[in-house]
């Protein structure tokens, strides 16, 4: 993604900066990318910095994104609960699979009026081939992976496993109000403060 720059004057000239750096500095993050362990390494690093800096105060983690790797997606979910920070995420766009995991995993949780959040269980990302031992073993990863997703979703929503499982069972698209609804989200933002 090109970043645009920022000019900014000090005692010894001219700074140039991006946004993302200049948000950055008031404890903003933003997840707009598939999650990757590339995405995940840097928002790791991130969030371990800004708890450096000052481990009580809120951290904020804006999230468009359309999901990607559960393994990664498992780690910022983990880093995210190890530190002390309470964290705030919002949803400016789509918030998808995985990307809705962490997305619902904040510790204050709202969504623009026309965002959304779909949840559904882990998918198989290649073709599977092999013998009848690989593949029995591939599908009961898969399906261990499912129980932990889905009590997660339980934990951050107060809704049975059987509740989320008949949600993910299926691509499940909840609007701000539906997802506030569900458990998913605390509110819905009207309009941002400071802007």
Known sequence: MNMP???KENSTGF?????????????????????????????????QYLSRQNSKKEITLYINSPGGSVSSGLALYDMMKAIPNPIRTVCVGTAASMAAVIFLSGDRREML????????????????????????????????TREII?????????KTLDE????????????????????????MIKEMGGY
């Not at 889905?150 to 107060?158: D, F, M």
């Open 113 to 144: 009026k026309h965002s959304q959040v779909m949840l559904h269980d882990p998918l198989i990302s290649e073709g599977v081939g092999g013998s009848a031992l690989k593949i029995n073993s591939i599908s009961h990863n898969l399906m261990k």
């Open 15 to 47: 700074l140039k900066t991006t946004l993302q750096d200049e948000l950055f500095l008031t404890r903003e993050m933003q997840c707009f990318e598939e999650i990757t362990a590339e995405s995940v390494n840097a928002l790791i690093l991130q969030l």
């Open 5 to 7: 720059a920022i000019i």
């Open 150 to 158: 889905a009590e997660i979703i339980a934990e951050h929503t107060g």
């Open 164 to 187: 989320i499982y008949k949600v993910t069972a299926n691509d499940t698209f909840f609007n701000a109000k539906d997802a506030i609804a569900f458990g998913l989200a605390d509110n």
